[in-house]
């Protein structure tokens, strides 16, 4: 009965799962993690892949952004928003609602369903709208105006989840390759906002501790240099992709994110890893952008891994530690971290180092990089569900709710 709450008085009870949006949205954030890997690592090995099935490649590109991260940006809005607004947290059967309605749209693009049809596409569509429409209420009634523009980039995720449908319906040509662009840069601006406020903020409350005055200085000159150079990247990779412009503003937008990383103390944190892993998937962003801006503007091949080093170095990283962190916070527990979970850093570390050089590497090298790369992702993934599912299962340990 551990695993039960009470849900009304009439004796109806829901798993505690349901009782915080963190708690399913995590926990399929990484088992999702584990599942995509896997059935990719198998299509790069065996090359079989359901004939009726939307391609391999689309697949993966679509589950990765709109399975993996969308679980794991859902159960980030759904915890920070009632923090912002001191509103009600959605909970019981809304949260079930919404959970199932995720799996729902997993369901739909499964390859073993085959070519999407107009109903499934309709179904895997419908998550982005019904979390946006179970957060506009508080935002708004709270007056967080300043938070509100999430509502927006939630609305172009679900954009871009269009037109990888229509696409695959067969009513448009290429523009799931706009909707990787699309959703890839909005995340990218999501982490960027999130990662701004969050990184210096718990930096500086943990160092602190033992120096009393160190800080932080506010550069908003520089936030906004950072932000606005990631914003307009978002319209030059739809409609002038490989262009020098896209490469420019990728170049600035790559300088102005690692002059505001330099100014976070990330060096004095190598000893505490629930930071440090933080500052390693901002500097992701900072190589991953770098990275994009030498292959746009020069065609170097050693640079094309840049996407990679985005979703795998920058967009995994953070979730992982964003995910381990709030995990312990919000079930009661210190922020310690077990060496199960600084393992699975260091390994999610190493895999996306791996994948990011792999096209450097002699021909001979390249799959077996990539296959790499893919098994420490499994493995990093496998130890956060391993080590935080029980958490996310069970009731805090101090006797709160949530």
């Known amino acids: 009965m551990d695993l039960l709450r009470s849900e009304r008085p009439d004796g109806i009870e829901l798993p505690v799962l349901f009782s915080y949006g963190f708690r399913p949205f995590f926990l399929l954030a990484g088992l999702s993690a584990l599942y995509i890997l896997a059935l990719w690592l198998n299509v790069l090995t065996s090359g079989t892949w359901p004939v009726d099935a939307v391609p391999a490649m689309s697949w993966h590109a679509h589950e990765m952004l709109f399975g993996f991260v969308g679980a794991a940006v859902a159960g980030f809005l759904l915890t920070a928003v009632p923090n912002w607004t001191g509103m009600p947290r959605l909970q019981g059967w809304p949260l079930v609602g919404l959970t199932a309605l995720w799996l729902a749209g997993r369901i739909a693009v499964s390859p073993v369903i085959g070519a999407p049809s107009p109903v499934l596409a309709l179904v895997d569509l419908a998550f982005f709208p019904a979390l946006g429409t179970a957060l506009a209420l508080p935002l708004i009634r709270a007056g967080k105006w300043r938070n509100i523009v999430f509502l927006l980039l939630l609305a172009l995720m679900f954009t871009a989840n269009l037109l990888f449908h229509l696409e695959w319906l067969g009513g448009t040509e290429d523009t799931a390759r ?103 998937g901002y500097g992701w962003i900072v190589v991953a952008l770098g ?91 496998a130890l956060f569900v391993m080590v935080y599912a029980p958490m996310l299962l069970r009731p805090r340990i101090d006797g709160a709710e949530g």
Do not use: E
């Open 178 to 280: 706009q909707g990787i662009a699309l959703a890839a840069g909005i995340v990218l601006l999501m982490v960027s906002v999130i990662g701004g406020r969050i990184v210096p903020n718990f930096t500086v409350n943990a160092l602190r501790r033992t120096r009393p005055d160190i800080a932080i200085s506010a550069r908003p000159w520089l936030d906004r240099t950072a932000l606005i150079a990631t914003a307009a990247m978002i319209p030059l990779d739809l409609i002038i992709p490989g262009s020098a412009a896209a490469g420019g503003v990728a170049l600035i937008a790559a300088v102005a994110h690692g002059v505001r990383l330099s100014g976070w103390h990330g060096a004095k944190t190598f000893d505490t890893p629930i930071l440090w892993i933080l500052h390693v």
């Open 291 to 381: 990275l994009k801006a030498i292959a746009v503007l020069t065609g170097a091949g050693f640079a094309s891994a840049w996407l990679h080093a985005l979703t795998i170095g920058g967009f995994s990283t953070m979730i992982l530690g964003v995910m381990s962190r709030a995990t312990l916070g919000h079930t009661g527990r210190p922020l310690v971290l077990s060496g199960w979970t600084v393992a699975a850093y260091v390994t999610l570390t190493v895999a996306a180092a791996i994948r990011t050089v792999a096209p450097a590497l002699p021909g001979n090298f390249y799959l077996p990089a990539v296959d790499t790369a893919g098994l420490l992702w499994v493995v990093a993934f």
